[in-house]
């Protein structure tokens, strides 16, 4: 079985959730005996579409034109959508009906779910990370249930053992509060998150890169006030500093608008950390009642949820049930069984 594992041209230079999770599919793909290759747009023609099955990461305007060209030329591909939104289904269906009426009536005019549906309609399998995402897909996108595949995002084992005394030994701080994501980007919510940290007198850590915007520099501006928050702008995910982090914090916050599900929080759920997190995006699926949700329009929810998870006990429930659901070893045969299926050579999902 040959698979090629494409995404927009971006996906590299934002260290986000969706590099992680290419890197890591490709990684246990291969130890599970998948040959694999990550798509190179400047081979020939003939190398490029030498494999059994394209696996399409995201269903947006930037992986748009291959989906068409694959669909058009009769190449089976699946997609992890990577899609979601607070709009409800039934939203969503209006718009991606008037999508389709404005497209016929006058042409060059798309809307992002309609971009959305066509990927989704046009591979031969959808994958999402969450019953939510699926929940959207089928009744807004009106992708067949038969074709949808809740395949869950991962985490990998090596953050069950982060030392907590290398981040203590560069930075001097214990038992603290982390965050780890993207800082000035909108939806990460950043913002109302540093706020509710300012209503409290605990140490703090956001670790993120700084995404240019206005939001980024009012995160930084009331950051600077706040001197019980230190703001690591930036490390790798594959960083022993970062698996340090997760190690030595006590409480892992994650206050998105929404989040499917947020690999961050697997990370840090996994290291030992009791997590806080937004209820948008099918978190719920992932930590059940072994976590704090907030509201994360409410910088008064954010500070009690935080509040409330620093007073809470820590125990191991969380870090089982992530280490026994959602290793990147039990993704990665889920979705071969998926490429199973679609390529007829194993049992059909139902």
């Known amino acids: ?61 930037g992986t748009y034109d291959l989906a068409r060209y694959l669909k058009a030329h009769d190449l089976p591909f699946v997609v992890s959508p990577i899609f979601f939104t607070r709009r409800s289904p039934r ?7 008037a999508d389709r009426l404005v497209r016929h009536l006058i042409p ?38 038969d074709a949808v595949t809740v395949v869950p995002n991962g985490v990998e084992d090596r953050y069950l053992n982060g030392n907590p005394d290398l981040f203590y030994q560069k930075y001097g701080i ?17 913002l109302f998150l540093i706020r509710a940290l300012g209503k409290l007198d605990v140490p703090a850590v956001i670790i993120g890169r700084i995404y240019p915007s206005k939001e980024a520099a009012a995160c930084l501006e009331e950051a600077g006030r706040n001197r019980n928050l230190l703001i690591i702008e930036g490390l790798d995910h594959d960083s022993p500093m970062l698996s340090a982090a997760y190690a030595a914090c006590d409480v892992f916050v994650l206050p998105a608008r929404y989040e499917t599900p947020g690999i961050a929080a697997l990370e840090a759920g996994l290291a030992g950390a009791k997590v806080v997190i937004t ?72």
């Open 174 to 190: 214990k038992e603290f509060v982390l965050h780890v994501g993207h800082i000035g980007v909108e939806r990460k919510n950043t």
């Open 279 to 350: 209820p948008y995006g099918g978190t719920k699926d992932y930590f059940g009642n072994m976590a704090t949700y907030v509201n994360p329009y409410s910088v008064d929810s954010i500070r009690k949820g935080i509040e409330s998870a620093l007073s809470r006990d820590t125990d191991d429930r969380l870090k089982r049930h992530i280490q026994e659901n959602f290793l990147w070893q039990r993704v990665a045969q889920n979705t071969v069984q998926v490429y199973e299926s679609v390529l007829g050579t194993g049992v059909q999902i139902s």
């Open 91 to 97: 939203a969503v269906r209006l718009v991606s009906t």
């Open 1 to 61: 079985m040959k698979i090629t594992l494409a995404s927009y041209h971006t996906v590299t230079l934002r260290h986000g959730g969706p590099k992680t999770q290419i890197q890591q599919t490709r990684n246990y793909l291969e130890q599970a005996g998948v040959e694999v290759k990550l798509m190179d747009t400047w081979e020939e023609r003939k190398a490029v579409l030498d494999c059994d099955l394209f696996h399409l990461f995201a269903s947006n305007f």
């Open 108 to 145: 060059g005019i798309w809307s992002d779910y309609g971009i959305t549906r066509d990927i989704c309609h046009w591979a031969e399998h959808c994958l999402p990370n969450t019953s939510a995402e699926q929940h959207l897909m089928v009744s807004g996108l009106g992708i067949p249930v």
